[in-house]
């Protein structure tokens, strides 16, 4: 059963409960851009990529294929790898450089040794001594140094340009500039990787060649080892001898700080510091807790003393309301005991009288719990002011004992400062002086002896397989980007796309209530009515039922006669809607559908009739009576009125007196009038039709009119306070909305097909 309900507007809107399609119900009705909401619909994005899924993949192989032809031209490249181990423990020998570098990390170091590795002075002297520079690998270029006849050069297009002569090179600098050409190869090829978790280092060089790169590799290994070995020998003569310079400042400096340490002690009369600091911060940390727990008090105390004093002159009654007095323990007794002489008081009222022994006697008892109460409030209102001063004076003494242990620590802390200070003075030079004769002393006793720091854990072998391009890699690769690609280009368009795709998007986005969504339809170029209504069971029909139903149920006792029927523009099916929808009229009510569309009117053809037929541009130009015009179809038992030939001047006509007396005219004979309407996208003839109407129905054709132009059509026909009852959604594809959507509300077309017992 179909609902009447009522806009922002005050106009009848009609949910359909059942339509052939169904839709959801909106989460707001506020008409706007396309992006209502702050959040991205994750399930949307995904079903917008699968709409344009075969776009996306053809996208995917075409960068594919493309990528694939481009990595088979490419010629194979070989690497070879060697394990280095890399060594940072002290050496029985010592040099210069060990010296210099004590507390050195252990990262920087291997990071040091990583970067010389890769260094060019290693790489030339790989190629000197293997003479690569006269190998075939390298020598594919014009030998540098000789001059390049018939190539393109930027001085041939320079006529005014002086040309220089070319430098004339002795064989030693070509020979020369071939050496470092090929070493800048060699630096550019090579590359280290530290393995995880251990001293252990892989040299790598990539070529062409596969025997030239381990050949590469271990020439490098051996020479880094060769050149580590002579930094250290000579480094051992340097540090004998400065070692053996050092040791007299070492030893003076450690004289004369130990000195200085124990004038210190004597003059500060310094015996044992140790803990002594602790304990001062200690007590001080427990003056300043006691300190604000009698602060926290003295302010509890003032504000209630502050709240008694500002109630002085007050009746006891006054003071009860101070919550320190009324919560006293021994106010809390009284008003009990009050209480209870209160009561035994109104018991016994009830059963004697005033002059009665016992309500005397219950009388007094009650007087004198007054009376205490009043003398016990005084003496509480008293105790507060002391309270308060009691609480005042504790403050003020733990603030002056603070003020002094801090005094007290702070001169202590300055004395140890000055002590540590002192004393790792001492510590330093006597580590210091130690380790210089530890190692002066080793140094002695070595002599000349040095070993390596690195040592090859596993030469380079030839390599077998190239290691790049990576084929498969490079392939799955660009599908995978292509699938991105494709992805974002189908997300951007789907973002870009602002049309009325679903049901709930009329709300949404336009503001306006859904009156019906009537599903996609491929219908002949004529006989429109027969071809519906042929299938009463179709969602079509059904969708055209519960609109009439929507607008039979609206205003029941003040129906709306008079429908116009409009679009944004052409070609979205309004004049088909209003057809059928006159056609589901006049099953039930006398009804006329007029073509007032005078400009471009198709409701002629719609209806079989001939081109010339008379119509209503016939009766406003005074041609043809008005009985002339309206022709009854028996098979959809609907009456019907052509626009008839285009007149020059439409707008004219459909604000003519005439047009006005036979619309008032045709009220009095029928149940229901349709107006067929031209656009409101180009031209105002449906805000005059909507004049003279009860309502105004809009139809929206999905997935096609953008959004902002139906906004505008809407907006029009509300700012000259139209009755406008709500949006016709046609042609919407159910199928695609749900493949789209991901929702299985679109998907309940097949309820109306007949059951075939299947």
């Given amino acids: 059963m179909n609902s009447p309900e009522t806009d922002s507007h005050g106009n009848a809107r009609v949910i359909p409960a059942q339509a052939g399609i169904q839709r959801l119900s909106p989460q707001n009705g506020v008409a706007g851009t396309a992006f209502d909401d702050d959040f991205i619909d994750l399930t949307q994005l995904v079903n917008a990529i699968l709409h344009r899924k075969w776009s996306v993949l053809a996208l995917a192989l075409v960068i594919t294929l493309f990528t694939g032809l481009w990595v088979y031209t490419l010629e194979p490249v070989y690497r070879a790898s060697a394990s280095i181990v890399l060594e940072n423990e002290e050496a029985n020998v010592v040099n210069v450089e060990k010296v210099y570098s004590m507390g050195y990390r252990d990262y920087d170091y291997y990071q040091t040794q990583f970067e010389i590795l890769k260094s060019r002075n290693l790489a030339e002297r790989v190629v000197r001594r293997l003479e690569l520079h006269k190998h075939p690998y390298f020598s594919t270029e014009p030998k540098i140094g000789e001059e390049v006849d018939g190539g393109f050069s930027l001085d041939s297009l320079l006529p005014s340009r002086v040309k220089q002569p070319p430098v004339q090179l002795t064989p030693e600098e070509k020979e020369e500039k071939a050496i470092q050409t090929v070493t800048s190869a060699i630096v550019s090829g090579l590359s280290v990787e530290p393995v995880e978790y251990s001293h252990l280092a892989t040299l790598s060089f990539a070529a062409t060649k596969p025997r030239l790169t381990a050949t590469v590799v271990n020439a490098i290994a051996e ?103 009324l919560q006293h323990q021994v106010i809390r007794d009284i008003k009990r005991d009050q209480s209870s002489a209160e009561r035994r008081v109104a018991e016994l009222g009830k059963r004697y009288g005033p002059k009665h022994p016992r309500m005397i006697a219950a009388r007094s008892d009650l007087v004198a719990a007054n009376e205490d109460l009043a003398q016990e409030v005084r003496k509480v209102v008293s105790g507060i002011n002391r309270e308060f001063e009691v609480a005042l ?56 002896f040095e070993r390596p720091h690195a040592r090859i854990v596993d030469r380079a072998m030839v390599p077998s397989a190239p290691f790049k391009p990576n084929k498969r890699l490079a392939l799955l690769l660009a599908f995978s980007l292509g699938l991105l690609l494709g992805c974002g ?52 029909a059904e969708a055209i039922r519960t609109l009439r139903t929507g607008i039979l149920l609206t205003n029941m006792d003040d129906p709306v006669k008079v429908i116009v029927v409009t679009s944004t523009v052409p070609g979205e099916g309004k004049s088909t809607t209003a057809l059928n929808l006159g056609s589901a009229m006049g099953k039930m009510e006398k009804t006329l559908v007029i073509g007032a569309d005078l400009r471009r009117p198709s409701l002629a053809g719609k209806c079989g009739f001939p081109p010339n037929h008379k119509g209503l541009s016939h009766y406003v130009s005074g041609v043809a009576e008005l009985e002339e015009c309206i022709e009854y179809l028996e098979d959809p038992g609907i009456h019907v009125m052509p626009a008839g030939v285009i007149p020059p001047n439409p707008l004219e006509m459909l604000s003519s007196q005439k047009f006005v007396e036979a619309l008032d005219s045709l009220r009095g004979q029928f149940d229901r009038i349709i107006l067929d309407s031209a656009p409101v996208g180009a031209v105002s003839d449906a805000m005059v039709l909507a004049s003279y109407s009860d309502s105004v129905i809009y139809v929206v054709k999905a997935d096609e009119t953008p959004v902002s132009q139906v906004q505008r059509g809407i907006a029009g026909i509300r700012s000259s306070n139209q009755p406008l009852a709500g949006v016709v959604l046609n042609q919407f594809d159910a199928k695609r909305a749900s493949r789209y959507f991901g929702d299985q509300y679109y998907r309940t077309g097949d309820y109306y097909q007949p059951d075939t017992g299947a």
């Fill in 223 to 325: 020479e880094f080892i060769a050149a580590d070995l002579e930094v250290r020998l000579e480094g051992t003569l340097q540090a004998t001898d400065w070692l053996s310079s050092r040791m007299d400042d070492l030893r003076q400096n450690l004289h004369e700080s130990e000195q200085a340490l124990q004038a210190f002690r004597e003059q500060e009369g310094l015996v044992q510091v140790a803990g002594e600091t602790g304990l001062g911060v200690n007590e001080l940390q427990s003056l300043a807790q006691r300190l604000e727990e009698a602060r926290k008090a003295r302010i509890e105390a003032q504000n209630i003393m502050e709240d008694v004093q500002g109630m002085r002159g007050a009746s006891i009654e006054e003071l009860m309301t101070v919550p320190a007095v």
């Fill in 393 to 448: 004076r504790n403050e003020q003494q733990l603030q002056t004992t603070w003020e002094e242990r801090k005094s007290e620590l702070q001169e202590f802390n300055r004395v140890e400062f000055r002590l540590q200070e002192l004393q790792r003075e001492v510590n330093t030079n006597r580590e210091l002086y130690d380790i210089f004769f530890t190692r002066i002393k080793t140094v002695s006793e070595t002599g000349g």
């Fill in 489 to 540: 280009i189908a997300v951007l368009l789907d973002l870009l796309d602002n049309t009325i795709k679903a049901p709930e998007d009329v709300e949404e986005k336009l503001g306006v209530p859904l009156m019906v969504a009537l599903p996609k339809e491929k219908l002949a170029e004529s006989g429109y009515i027969e071809h519906v209504w042929e299938n009463q069971t179709s969602a079509y």
